[in-house]
C-alpha cells in the first residue's frame, strides 16, 4: 500500500486529498504546525473518528520554516508520494507578511524538495512530488493562461509560488526528480477559508438571511476568477502523481466571473438583493491586483483525463447552502442560551 505525505493537511486542499488518498487505500501523513489552538476542525470527522480510517491517518509536528523536522518526518514516513500544500495561502496577508510567506511558500518548498532529494539518495527508491502552484502567478498576463502563458507575478504570495514552481522543475530536470506543478485556478468549497472572498459572501448571506447580519464589507467587486470545486482539484493532484512523466498542468473550469456575479449568486439563492447589504471597504483593496483569471486546461483534460464536475451555480449553491445551515444554528443556539 502506498504512503503519501501531505503539508498543508489542516487545510482545504488538504483534507479532501486525505479523504481522496484514504479512499484509495493509502496511509497518510499529515504535517501539523503548533498553534495555541488545534487547527484540525477539516480532518475531525476522521482523525476523531474510532474508525478503520483513523488507523491510516498520521499527524506529525512540523513546519515549513523548519528544514530539520522536514528532513526527519520524511526519513521516518518513508513517503512514495508528497503532496506540498503548505502555504501562508492569503494574497492580502502576503502584503502584511511578506518575508514570512515567501519563507514558507519559496524557501519552504526548497527545503522540502531537498530533504526529498537526500531522503531519496539514501533509501534508493523514487519519490513523487506534487507542488501546489497558483494562477496568481499569472498575475496581470492577459487571459486565457495556459501552460505556456508567462507569469507576471502582482504580490509577494505570488512571486514566492512562482519561485516555488521553478524549484520544482528545476529538481526534475536538475535531478531527475519525479516533481510535477499543479498550475490550479481559485476552488472553492465549504471548507474554504473564512476570509477567501467566496466564503465570506456565502457566510454573510446566510447570517444576513437569518438577521445574524446587516452589512458586508468588500474590496474590489470587479476582478474575475475562475472558480471550480475544491474535491474535483484534488483529484487532478493524484492524477498528476499517477504519470509516468513528470510534467507542469494547469487546472481550471474555462469559465471567469466576477465578484458581482458571485454576489449575484449567492444573495440570489436566498432571495436578497446584494446590493442593499454590500459596502466597500478600502481596507481589503490590494496594493497591486489580479484582474482577470481564466484557464485553459485542455493539457488536463487531454493527458490526464481530467475535468471538473461540479459547476459554478452548484458550487455556488453547495457553499451557500451549508453557510445557511451554520447561521441558522447559531440562531438556534442564541436563542436557546437565552431562554
Ligand atoms: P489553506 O486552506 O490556506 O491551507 C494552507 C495549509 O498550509 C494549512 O494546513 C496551514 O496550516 C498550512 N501551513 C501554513 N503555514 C505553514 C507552515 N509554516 N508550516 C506548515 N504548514 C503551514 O490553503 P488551500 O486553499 O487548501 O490551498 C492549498 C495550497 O494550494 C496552498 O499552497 C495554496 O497556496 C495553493 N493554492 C490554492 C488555491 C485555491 O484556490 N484554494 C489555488 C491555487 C493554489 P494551519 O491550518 O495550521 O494554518
Ligand atoms: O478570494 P480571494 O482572497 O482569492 P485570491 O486572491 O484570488 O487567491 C486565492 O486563489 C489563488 C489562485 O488564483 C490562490 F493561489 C490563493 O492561495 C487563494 O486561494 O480574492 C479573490 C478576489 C480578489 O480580486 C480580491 O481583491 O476577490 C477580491 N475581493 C474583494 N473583496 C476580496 C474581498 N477578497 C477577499 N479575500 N476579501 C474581500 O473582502
Redesign the pocket.
Known amino acids: 500500500m502506498k504512503r503519501a505525505l501531505i503539508?498543508?493537511?489542516?487545510?482545504?486542499?488538504?483534507s479532501y486529498l486525505t479523504e481522496l488518498l484514504l479512499a484509495k487505500g493509502y496511509t497518510i501523513y499529515g504535517?501539523?504546525?503548533r498553534?495555541s489552538s488545534l487547527?484540525r476542525t477539516r480532518l475531525e470527522h476522521i482523525y476523531g473518528a474510532r474508525h478503520f480510517e483513523r488507523e491510516k491517518l498520521y499527524l506529525e509536528y512540523?513546519?515549513?520554516?523548519d528544514g530539520s523536522s522536514l528532513r526527519t518526518i520524511i526519513t521516518r514516513v518513508a513517503p512514495d508520494e508528497i503532496y506540498n500544500?503548505?502555504?501562508?495561502?492569503?494574497v492580502r496577508v502576503s502584503f502584511d507578511t511578506p518575508e514570512y510567506t515567501v519563507d514558507?511558500?519559496d524557501v519552504?518548498t526548497l527545503r522540502l524538495l531537498e530533504a526529498a532529494r537526500d531522503y531519496q539518495k539514501q533509501a534508493g527508491k523514487t519519490v513523487r512530488y506534487y507542488q501546489?502552484?497558483?494562477?496568481?502567478m499569472f498575475g496581470s498576463t492577459p487571459p486565457p493562461q495556459s501552460e505556456t502563458t508567462p507569469f507576471h507575478p502582482r504580490s509577494p504570495y505570488a512571486i514566492a509560488?512562482v519561485a516555488g514552481y521553478w524549484h520544482t522543475v528545476n529538481y526534475r530536470e536538475a535531478y531527475g526528480m519525479h516533481c510535477s506543478n499543479g498550475i490550479?485556478?481559485?476552488?472553492?468549497s465549504e471548507r474554504?477559508?473564512e476570509n477567501f472572498v467566496t466564503r465570506k459572501i456565502t457566510l454573510a448571506a446566510g447570517r444576513i438571511k437569518v438577521g445574524l447580519q446587516k452589512e458586508l464589507y468588500l474590496g474590489n467587486l470587479d476582478a474575475k476568477r475562475d472558480w471550480g470545486y475544491?474535491k474535483d482539484y484534488v483529484e487532478a493532484m493524484w492524477l498528476m502523481l499517477q504519470e509516468d512523466k513528470p510534467d507542469d498542468y494547469v487546472v481550471a473550469t474555462g469559465e471567469s466571473r466576477s465578484i458581482r456575479e458571485f454576489l449575484d449568486a449567492s444573495f440570489g439563492l436566498l432571495g436578497l438583493n446584494w446590493q442593499d447589504y454590500v459596502k466597500i471597504d478600502q481596507f481589503y483593496m490590494r496594493p497591486s491586483e489580479v484582474d482577470f483569471l481564466l484557464g485553459n486546461a485542455t493539457k488536463a483534460q487531454e493527458k490526464l483525463g481530467w475535468r471538473p464536475k461540479v459547476s459554478f451555480s452548484e458550487m455556488v449553491k453547495i457553499m451557500t447552502e451549508y453557510d445557511l445551515d451554520l447561521a441558522e444554528r447559531e440562531l438556534h443556539a442564541k436563542k436557546f442560551s437565552r431562554s
Open positions: 503539508t498543508g493537511i489542516t487545510g482545504q486542499d488538504g504535517i501539523v504546525r498553534s487547527t512540523g513546519d515549513m520554516t500544500l503548505a502555504a501562508q495561502s492569503h514558507v511558500a519552504g501546489a502552484s497558483s494562477s496568481e509560488k490550479l485556478f481559485n476552488h472553492e474554504r477559508g475544491a
